[in-house]
């Protein structure tokens, strides 16, 4: 690659003109339940690409393959060396230059973009827009299985602690020191809504940033940086600002935590047990 790898974002526009270039290891990140541009009804993840993904993608099991199957929590994160393994068994080496895309929400690709920078690893950029955005400008889609990248070396992993645990966040909410930001809808924020956490509501003290408020609902694409900062320094944060985000499994937060870091805010944290994990415990306490 001629140019520096990308670090955060790239547009559909610089993913189409280096499609073919052999650093490059391009991955839909897309979990769960998703929805195909243009599809009325939500099918899993795996099948969605199998019927549209970008030309030359490959599925990565983000639950399944780089998260802690044995951990209580889905999504909880590896241990570092075993997370670096994990990302080296799907072709991401010291080499890579990592493009990670979603069918529409980005928190899968904004999740997997957290994990490798909380490892010290920089050449990864989540796709302006994921697959709704590339279909919306009528951009090529494969369809079909796609054998793997071949495996890689393991790059050497370095702590970055973008993640908090739930005594620092039972700390925030004891002593104050950092903003809690909600990155949930407007009705799990307010309790109207319960989720699939068991208990409504949100951890006392926490103000309301929805992940979903930060995207442009014509293509897909996030909101323009200046509209995003003037959106956080409305909620009272700068970039002198501790920020913890959560969601309901720390997924959602990282989009929240991503736009801050495109924002040039180095405070700011993913809780990654999230309310999947405060909720759990009935002496932890909730608004609404």
């Not at 019927?51 to 909880?76: C, E, M, Q, V, W």
Request: with cysteine; net charge negative.
């Amino acid at each position: 690659m001629t140019e520096p790898a990308p670090s955060l974002l790239v547009s559909t526009q610089w993913l189409a003109e280096h499609l073919a270039d052999p650093e490059l290891r391009l991955f839909d990140a897309t979990a769960g339940a998703a929805l195909a541009p243009g599809a009325a009804q939500a099918e899993p993840a795996r099948a969605v690409f199998e019927k549209a993904h970008i030309p030359g993608a490959r599925y990565l099991d983000l639950k399944n393959d780089l998260s802690d199957t044995s951990a209580a929590l889905d999504f909880t994160r590896l241990p570092p060396e075993a997370a670096a393994a994990a990302f080296a068994s799907v072709g991401i080496g010291p080499d890579a230059v990592v493009v990670v895309y979603s069918t529409s929400t980005y928190g899968w690709a904004t999740r997997v973009w957290w994990l490798l920078n909380d490892l010290g690893f920089r050449r990864v950029a989540v796709l302006d827009g994921g697959l709704a955005k590339w279909v919306k400008e009528g951009r090529p889609t494969a369809n079909g299985t796609q054998p793997a990248y071949p495996p890689a070396p393991a790059f050497e992993p370095v702590a970055q602690r973008l993640f908090a645990d739930l005594p620092e966040v039972a700390a925030v909410v004891e002593a104050g020191g950092a903003t809690l930001v909600n990155a949930l809808s407007p009705d799990h924020f307010s309790g109207a809504v319960t989720g699939p956490h068991g208990r409504s509501g949100r951890i006392p003290g926490s103000i309301s940033l929805p992940a979903g408020s930060l995207v442009a609902a014509a293509d897909n694409s996030l909101k323009p940086l200046e509209v995003l900062k003037a959106e956080f320094a409305a909620k009272g944060i700068s970039p002198e600002t501790d920020v913890i985000a959560y969601c309901g499994s720390g997924i959602a937060a990282t989009l929240d935590g991503f736009v801050l870091k495109a924002l040039g805010h180095d405070r700011v944290r993913v809780y990654d047990g999230s309310l999947s994990e405060w909720s759990k415990d009935p002496q932890r306490p909730l608004e609404a």
